[in-house]
């Protein structure tokens, strides 16, 4: 395997020690804009597949510097599929036939729902923020790949990911480590907004699926049937602080809940049906959402280093998405 990565503000190296000595494991610090340096890549290590996860992905710094989302995002997706398609153009009959592009987007793509419905797989775009809208861009530049050039693509939206390593500026890492330290739990409006949340390594068996079993150009909704509210999930991570990280000063951790000004353009509800992956594939997600939370925080609480270090480089606590212009 080769893991291409540009090394922006939210990767860390120290993410990779389980697998960064085994021999089938190789790393390439490189941006997928870099067309040169992509080609040189599929060149030197000959890949069956490619697994396009590389993305800017935080909504709030999608308002305040949407450019750096449509370089990655669109222009990046662009290059990379060029290349895989030179790429994929030059094998010959038996690793031409093997080969799949598996792009990975995001429900948000599919914008917001109201108190009842769900998204599948024949939902209509309607992207409602920079982030979102980015990504549907990619969505369709890749369709277009595979309609018009046969390039063996497939497409999978999946709903708001969580577990560790997952970089502190997102809603449940930022939670556990305020929390913890007894500081603000930032909280949107009232915390009404509702996610679909699937633990990562649920999204990783499922791409894992995805990539032996799926149908290129099919797109696949990718979801663990996890809908929660955000504030109903920020108060089952203060109860685990309480057990986990007991503190006398603070008591119940929920008394650090800090309601916030809201985002502009916040989505209300997503919510995912999977019945398509369920019923073709045979995946299913694996982790209930108070099990998968239950590790989560455990991680976050046992590698502070790892926390601090994300602290230091990434800024992960400032409050952005407020609109300032740049």
């Known amino acids: 395997m080769v893991n291409v990565d540009k090394l922006t503000y939210a990767a860390n190296l120290a993410s990779l020690k389980s697998v960064e000595t085994n021999a089938r494991y190789h790393f390439e610090h490189a941006d997928i804009c870099d067309a040169r340096r992509i080609a040189d890549i599929l060149a030197a290590y000959r890949p069956t597949a490619i697994v396009h996860l590389a993305a800017e992905s935080h909504v709030d710094r999608s308002i305040d510097a949407p450019a750096d989302f449509i370089e990655t995002n669109i222009v990046g997706t662009f ?72 390039l063996p693509t497939i497409i999978t939206n999946c709903g708001n990911n969580f577990g560790p390593c997952q970089f502190p500026e997102k809603l449940i890492p930022l939670a556990i ?44 909704n990718i979801g663990a049937r996890n809908e929660r509210r955000n504030i109903d999930v920020i108060r089952l991570i203060c109860g685990l602080l309480d057990e986990m990280t007991p503190n006398a000063t603070i008591g119940k951790h929920e008394s650090l809940i800090d309601f916030v000004p809201d985002r502009p353009g916040h989505d209300l509800r997503y919510a995912i049906d999977p019945g398509k992956i369920e019923r073709t594939l045979g995946w299913r997600a694996s982790k209930t959402m108070e099990a998968a939370l239950r590790t989560t925080v455990r991680w976050y609480l046992d590698n502070p280093q790892w926390c601090e270090r994300a602290r230091r480089e990434g800024e992960f606590a400032v409050r952005r998405g407020l609109g300032a212009a740049r």
């Open 79 to 150: 290059a990379l599929l060029q290349e895989a398609r030179r790429y994929w153009e030059s094998q010959d009959g038996s690793r031409r036939d093997a080969f799949r592009f598996i792009h990975v987007s995001t429900d948000e793509v599919f914008g917001s729902l109201g108190a009842s419905g769900v998204f599948s797989e024949e939902t209509a775009y309607a992207p409602n923020s920079p982030y979102s809208a980015s990504k549907a861009s990619s969505d369709h530049l890749v369709r277009a790949w595979h309609a018009t050039f046969g």
């Open 177 to 220: 480590l305020q929390g913890s330290a007894g500081r603000k739990i930032p909280v949107y409006g009232r915390g009404e907004n509702i996610r679909d949340w699937i633990f990562v390594d649920d999204h990783a068996a499922a791409l894992t699926r995805v990539l032996d079993k799926g149908v290129p150009g099919e797109t696949y």
